[in-house]
C-alpha cells in the first residue's frame, strides 16, 4: 500500500509539472502570435523564425521548429565536444512549441489584421506579459529548456561568463541575422521591427516583477526550489551542538560595531564583521572583495534592480551578482554557526539566515536619527546634515536588502530577543543589559 501510494504521489507530481510546462509554452505561443499579427516584430528568439514565415508563408509553428533545431545545431558548434546527448532533447521542447505555436495561430485567427498603428502597439503590449508568464510558468517545473535558453547556456559555459550577458550576445546575434535576413529578400525590416526591441528591453523585467509575486506559489505546487534556495541549500546545515550564537542587527550610528566588539570580549568568543567576513564571501562566491564592500547589504530601487538584473530571470541556471552574494553569506555564516565555539555576528541578515538554530540570540540596536547623525557627525567629522543623509541613505538599502532576500521589514521587533535603545544606555550598559538577557535565557 505504502509503495503503491509513493507511486500515486510521484505521478502525481510529475502530472502537475507537466501540465505547469506545457501551459507555460502554450501561452508563450499566444504571446508570439499576437506579437506576429502586430507587425511590429516579436522577440529576439523568435525573430529569425518569423522573417523565415514571412519569407517563405510557411507556418509559423513550422518555421520556429525548424528555427529552434537550428539553434541546437549552433550549440553542438559552440560546445563540441562538451555537446551532451540529452541536450538532444532540445528538439522534443521545439516540436512541441512549434504544434503550439501552430495551434495558437488557429485559435487566435478570428482577430483582425490591425491596420493602425495604435491598434499594432496594443497587440504589441497584449504580447509581452502573455510571454513574460509563460516563461515564467514553464521554466518553474525545470524539464527540459528551449534552444533559445540552451544556446545562451552553451555560449556561457564555453566563454565562462554570466548567463545575462550571453542572452545579451545571443539576442543580438538573434535580432542582426533576422535584420540582414530581411533587408536582403525585402529591402526593408519585415518581421523585425521596434516591437523587437521592446520585447528584449521588457519581457525579462516583467517576468522578474511577476516573479515577486507568483513564484512562491507555483514552485510550491510543482515543488522546486528557487535557484536561490538551491545555491543556498549547497552549504552543511548548522549541526554544531554548543556555542551561543549572537546576531546583531542594527541602524546606522547606533554602534553596533563596538556594542558587538565589546560583547564578543565579554563572552569570550570569535566575532566577525566585514574585516572578517568580506574575505571569507569573496572566496565563497567569486566576486571581488571590492564588490562586496561596494553592495553588501545595499540594494537600489526595486523596480532598477529587476531591470538590471532580468536577464538572469530567463533562465534556471546562474544567479545575479547580489543574489550569489547573499547565497555565499548564507554558506559562510552556516559554517561558522556550525562551529561549536560560538560568535558574535554584526549584519549579514544573519538574525534570519540564521533563525531555526536554538543557539542563536537576536538582538537590534537602534537609537534616534538625530543622535544616530551626531554621533556618525563626530566619528567621520562630517557636517550633522551629511550624516543625516547618510543614514538615510544607507538604511533605506539596508531595508531594501533585508526585504528582496528574507521578505522581511527590517527592523520588525517581532523577530528579536531584545530590542536595546543605544541612545538611552551607555555601550557598557548596553553590553550588560543583552548579557543578562542572555542569563534569563539560560544562555550565559
Known sequence: MTERASTGSFLLLWLKRLLVYFLGLFIMALGVVFSVKSALGVSPVTSLANVTHQITGIALGVCTTGTYCFYILVELLILRRDFKPAMLLQILASFFFGLLVTAATGLLSF??????????????????????????????????????????????GKLGKPVATCKLITDCCMVGLSTLTSLLFFHALVGVREG????????????????????????????????????????????????????????????????????????????YDDEQLIPLEAEESGLSQDFIRAHEQAMGQSLWYDFLTSGYAMYNEDLPPLEKLFA??????????????GCVIVGRCADYILYGEPRSFRVFLHARPQWRAQQLAQRRSI??????????????????????????KWGDTRWFHLTVDTEAFTKEQCVSLILEGLKLRGEA
Not at 504589441?124 to 510558468?137: E, K, N, R
Not at 522546486?224 to 550564537?245: C, F
Open 328 to 341: 555565499a553569506q548564507c554558506r559562510v555564516l552556516r559554517r561558522l554557526a556550525a562551529r561549536d565555539e
Open 196 to 271: 523587437t526591441v521592446i520585447s528584449a528591453l521588457t519581457v525579462g523585467f516583467l517576468m522578474k516583477r511577476m516573479m515577486r509575486y507568483c513564484q512562491a506559489p507555483l514552485l510550491r505546487f510543482v515543488e522546486r526550489e528557487t535557484k536561490l534556495e538551491r545555491a543556498i541549500g549547497a552549504a552543511a546545515p548548522v549541526s554544531g551542538k554548543g556555542g551561543l550564537i549572537l546576531t546583531i542587527s542594527r541602524e546606522t550610528g547606533s554602534d553596533g560595531y563596538g556594542v558587538a566588539e565589546a560583547l564578543a570580549q565579554a563572552l569570550g568568543i570569535p566575532f
Open 111 to 156: 482577430l483582425p489584421v490591425p491596420q493602425s498603428y495604435p491598434l499594432r502597439l496594443l497587440y504589441l503590449f497584449i504580447s509581452i506579459p502573455l510571454v513574460s508568464f509563460g516563461v515564467m510558468l514553464y521554466l518553474a517545473p525545470a524539464i527540459l529548456p528551449t534552444p533559445g535558453e540552451g544556446l545562451s547556456l552553451a555560449l556561457s
Open 383 to 408: 557636517s550633522p546634515e551629511q550624516a543625516a543623509r547618510e543614514l538615510e541613505r544607507t538604511d533605506a538599502a539596508r531595508a531594501r536588502y533585508y526585504q528582496n532576500f528574507t521578505g522581511r
